[in-house]
């Protein structure tokens, strides 16, 4: 059974970081690239950043960009999401997602973790 399990959500102040992680079990962590997205409530699933199988290509949307860093530790199956300088607009669900290649579009990825909810606010 493949399986994605995030952790390391909460409640921090703008401008507080937090780092997220995801761990998977049940497949070749190694040969799939890795997303992260994000819900608001009343907002659809959107992009935040995803990784190549390797680690060697990242990518990111523009709102996140300087403050958010994907990696990912193929020998402990676990991909990171280092959030600086975080906003009240960065609240939401966090999920990550398990997928053929790094990409924005939700249809690439097969398997979804949990999510784990950031909040952010004073």
């Known amino acids: 059974q493949v399986q994605l399990v995030e952790s390391g959500g909460g409640l921090v102040q703008p401008g507080g970081s937090l780092r997220l992680s995801c761990t998977a079990s049940?497949?070749?962590?190694?040969?799939?690239?890795m997303g992260w997205f994000r819900q608001a409530p009343g907002k659809e699933r959107e992009f935040v950043a995803a990784i190549s199988r390797s680690g060697s290509n990242t990518y990111y949307t523009d709102s996140v960009k300087g403050r958010f860093t994907i990696s990912r530790d193929n020998a402990k199956n676990t991909v990171y999401l280092q959030m600086n300088s975080l906003k009240p607009e960065d609240t939401a669900v966090y999920y990550c997602a398990s997928g053929v290649g790094p990409s924005q579009i939700v249809g690439v990825y097969d398997v979804w973790g949990q999510g784990t909810q950031v909040t952010v606010s004073s």
């Open positions: 049940g497949r070749t962590f190694s040969i799939y690239a």
